[in-house]
């Protein structure tokens, strides 16, 4: 099957469903999304979308905050379009219809507009975090989906997983032209291509290649390893962050506890319920999410239990800003309103991902990168919290307004492609699904052990080995026995483990996500990006 379309949109978070909505106005729109179209990390997301409204507030303060959590790596011009642009991307959500949460009007001149509760999170010098109680992705992701299903120019195609980007050879120009892609239509295997002036990857993170994280099992690379296998550069991926705070059942499934809980004075403690934050930052519990994370992983090592304790706070309060947290807190056998609830932390968000630029644009020319997939230089070594969802929102309205202007100039019927013929011709038997598993459990464990929160040269090392093996190995179950979603995610898997992997052991020092034991500080003559191309495209 063959699909033609103005605009393809890869993923259906927040970054996605944004784009598509905005591109609608100025053609067609196909959205392919690898399950249904709420899922995605956006419907996770809890604590909100940081941008300035109170008074007391400043663009300037939160770019200072973002280049600080960023380690020296944050692109000062990304930092600077993203906050600019932040609280008209919030008012238009909210002339979509999200509805956020407000305090009770008041005169006074220092009410923020709108009347917006503001919260506050770790490395946020003010009270900035517009949010729907804990539940804030949940409500972008109901709201826009709505939006998406009903817009008369806007298809969804459901359970269908992103292969390989269409593309053609260098052209005069140098650059390689995307043209669609091909994908995997996961509930009758059959293999389609989508063609499309302009491609728009949305495909989100990785969070999926460890085996203890806040991410559902969807977040599997899948976009970065298909930017890459393209021609696409892609950099600093080994800045995976791990939130410090998530509960953990016995199956290794984790529940990300917001980091607003921490905002509103929630106390990290050990086992004999003594704070210990203040032994490693200024902060105390409201540092950056690499130090918490990295004390907490020391803790534990030293054998202790980490809880964080709300408790003390009235019960009333604490049911009526974290509803759902109470909820999961009690379906879990703790009650977050008495007694202190057990977290560790878990991989959360890649930082890194395939460059772009101010646009959205990567150096594949029709193929423009949004969201948690992107790299565009906003994070830097470490990401501000809720952040994201706001580099989201902005980079889908900057590649509106860039790929509409590129589409006008693309005639009709010029998109060529000979990509299907090589899927179509592969054997379409399942593959064993005992050795999908077995190759996926040692990546994970691989990387937990090696490239975890705290690494070194000799685990790295030992590490890029054994992945090299099961990358081989999950290629090859991919290429020669069997096209499914399950060999298609474990082949993203091992890719995306080798980059990070890989990314990772050329960085000789320790900055923000990234601490190598044998190289504990900063070296400013690595202050740059770790850049991966492939080299044949």
């Not at 105390?284 to 803790?299: P, Q, T």
Request: proline share 3%; aromatic share 6%; with cysteine.
């Amino acid at each position: 099957m063959r699909s033609n379309t103005d605009f393809l949109v890869i993923g259906s978070g927040v970054a996605g469903l944004f784009y598509a909505l905005k591109a609608a106005e100025h053609g067609n729109v196909s959205i392919i999304t690898k399950k249904n179209i709420k899922d995605s990390n956006t419907l996770h997301a809890q604590g909100g979308i940081a941008s300035v409204f109170d008074l007391e507030d400043s663009f300037e303060l939160h770019i200072r905050d973002t280049i600080e959590a960023g380690c020296g790596l944050t692109d000062k011009d990304a930092a600077t379009l993203v906050v600019k642009n932040g609280p008209a991307r919030i008012r238009e959500l909210i002339s979509l219809g999200v509805k956020f949460d407000t305090k009770p009007f008041s005169e006074s001149e220092n009410e923020a507009e709108f009347s917006l509760d503001l919260g506050l999170e770790g490395g946020h010098s003010r009270k900035r975090i517009v949010h729907a109680l804990d539940m804030t992705g949940h409500e972008l992701e109901t709201v826009l989906s709505k939006l998406v299903k009903t817009h008369p120019r806007i298809k969804v195609f459901e359970n269908h997983l992103a292969l390989d980007f269409i593309t053609d050879s260098k052209e005069s120009h140098g650059m390689i032209s995307c043209n669609g892609v091909i994908a995997l239509d996961s509930t009758s295997l059959e293999i389609k291509s989508f063609l499309s002036k302009i491609t728009v990857l949305a495909a989100g993170g990785s969070g999926s290649v460890y085996p203890y994280t806040s991410n559902p099992d969807i977040a599997t690379g899948d976009g970065i390893a298909m930017g890459y296998r393209a021609g696409a550069s892609v950099a600093n991926l080994e800045f995976m962050q791990f939130h410090p705070t998530c509960m953990c059942n016995s199956d290794g499934r984790c529940f990300l506890i917001s980091e607003a809980v921490r905002g509103e004075g929630g106390i990290l403690k050990d086992s004999s319920g003594n704070p210990f934050m203040h032994k490693y930052s200024p902060l105390k519990d409201l540092a950056c999410r690499d130090i918490v994370a990295r004390a907490i992983h020391s803790e534990l090592k030293n054998g202790e239990k980490i809880f964080l304790d709300i408790s003390f706070k009235d019960p009333g309060f604490v049911k009526k800003r974290f509803p759902n947290l109470y909820k999961k807190c009690l379906e879990m056998g703790f009650d977050m309103t008495k007694e202190p609830i057990p977290v560790v932390p878990a991989a959360h968000y890649m930082c890194g991902g395939v460059i772009t630029d101010r646009k959205g644009q990567t150096d594949i020319k029709r193929l423009y990168v949004i969201g948690e997939a992107a790299c565009t230089g906003l994070h830097g070594a470490n990401r501000l919290a809720s952040n994201s969802l706001l580099e989201a929102l902005v980079y889908a309205h900057e590649a509106d307004l860039s790929a509409c202007e590129e589409a006008e100039k693309i005639k009709a019927g010029s998109l060529l492609h000979d990509a299907l013929e090589r899927f179509e011709r592969k054997n379409m038997r399942h593959a064993e699904i005992t050795e999908v598993e077995r190759i996926k459990t040692a990546i994970k464990d691989t990387m937990w052990n090696y490239a975890g929160i705290v690494r070194s040269d000799k685990g790295l090392a030992e590490g890029l080995k054994i992945i090299r093996g099961l990358r081989k190995q999950a290629t090859e179950l991919f290429d020669t026995k069997a096209i499914n979603s399950h060999t298609a995610e474990l082949r993203s898997i091992a890719e995306i483990s080798e980059m990070i992997m890989t990314s990772a052991a050329m960085r000789k020092e320790s900055r923000g996500l990234h601490f190598n034991q044998d190289h504990p500080e900063k070296d400013d003559s690595l202050k740059k990006n770790t850049i991966l191309r492939k080299s044949c495209c």
